[in-house]
């Protein structure tokens, strides 16, 4: 079975949407709007980076009232900001890295996750654990495209996210790699479109990144 057959809810974290919207809130009253922007524009998912001091409560607040949104919590740093995450209502979590104590506080959230890597060797340790799916990151800056096909073949069971420096213009080569399932882009949710409420300016982007699946 394709992951296009599948169910929403049975699909693989990575096969969800083209382009995955890595978003930094840092306020709180931008957090429903941007998230209901980016499902108009045809990407119901989110990923809010823990990076501000009002991130949870964002992941919150999405939750409560964008429930047609995936909502997740990125820049996971340690087990406990992976338990604040699950009590805020995350749905999935991503991490820039991936020590053997933060593998194992993610996988006790029983939420998907992605854990982030940046060489052969992390790839394979988190192969190890019996994941096939991660993050690769910081993309551009380790490697970028020609990283991801100089490794497609010899470690085939690893699919990826890669994210970090990944622009409009460059995700379709991203998107092209047998190993790649999606990008995580942060050009959806401009800063300037954020704090000017420039809604119809996310839902543009959004299509736009949506037309790459």
Same mark, same amino acid.
């Given at each position: 079975?394709?992951?296009?057959?599948?169910?929403?809810?049975?699909?693989?974290?990575?096969?969800?949407?083209?382009?995955?919207?890595?978003?930094?809130?840092?306020?709180?009253?931008?957090?429903?709007?941007?998230?209901?922007?980016?499902?108009?524009? =045809? *990407? &119901?998912?989110?990923?809010? !980076?823990?990076?501000? $001091?009002?991130? %949870?409560?964002?992941?919150?607040?999405?939750?409560? +009232?964008?429930?047609?949104?995936?909502?997740?919590?990125?820049?996971?740093?340690?087990?406990?900001?992976?338990?604040?995450?699950?009590?805020?209502?995350?749905?999935?979590?991503?991490?820039?890295?991936?020590?053997?104590?933060?593998?194992?506080?993610?996988?006790?959230? =029983? *939420? &998907?996750?992605?854990?982030? !890597?940046?060489?052969? $060797?992390?790839? %394979?340790?988190?192969?190890?654990?019996?994941?096939? +799916?991660?993050?690769?990151?910081?993309?551009?800056?380790?490697?970028?495209?020609?990283?991801?096909?100089?490794?497609?073949?010899?470690?085939?069971?690893?699919?990826?996210?890669?994210?970090?420096?990944?622009?409009?213009?460059?995700?379709?080569?991203?998107?092209?790699?047998?190993?790649?399932?999606?990008?995580?882009?942060?050009?959806?949710?401009?800063?300037?479109?954020?704090?000017?409420?420039?809604?119809?300016?996310?839902?543009?982007?959004?299509?736009?990144?949506?037309?790459?699946?």
């Amino acid at each position: 079975m394709s992951p296009s057959e599948l169910s929403p809810s049975e699909r693989s974290l990575l096969d969800r949407v083209p382009v995955v919207p890595v978003v930094v809130v840092d306020d709180l009253a931008q957090a429903v709007p941007v998230a209901r922007a980016l499902v108009a524009g =045809g *990407l &119901p998912v989110i990923e809010l !980076t823990l990076r501000t $001091s009002v991130a %949870l409560d964002a992941i919150r607040a999405i939750a409560d +009232e964008v429930p047609e949104i995936l909502v997740g919590a990125g820049t996971v740093l340690t087990p406990g900001q992976a338990k604040e995450a699950v009590d805020a209502g995350a749905q999935f979590l991503v991490s820039p890295g991936a020590t053997p104590s933060l593998l194992a506080g993610m996988a006790d959230t =029983g *939420l &998907p996750f992605l854990p982030g !890597t940046a060489t052969v $060797s992390e790839v %394979l340790a988190v192969l190890e654990t019996g994941l096939t +799916e991660m993050k690769f990151f910081p993309a551009e800056a380790s490697g970028g495209v020609p990283f991801l096909s100089s490794i497609a073949s010899p470690v085939p069971a690893a699919r990826f996210c890669p994210t970090g420096g990944i622009t409009a213009a460059s995700a379709a080569s991203y998107l092209a790699l047998p190993n790649v399932g999606c990008v995580g882009g942060s050009w959806l949710t401009p800063k300037d479109a954020l704090a000017a409420g420039d809604w119809a300016r996310v839902e543009r982007l959004a299509a736009q990144a949506a037309a790459l699946g």
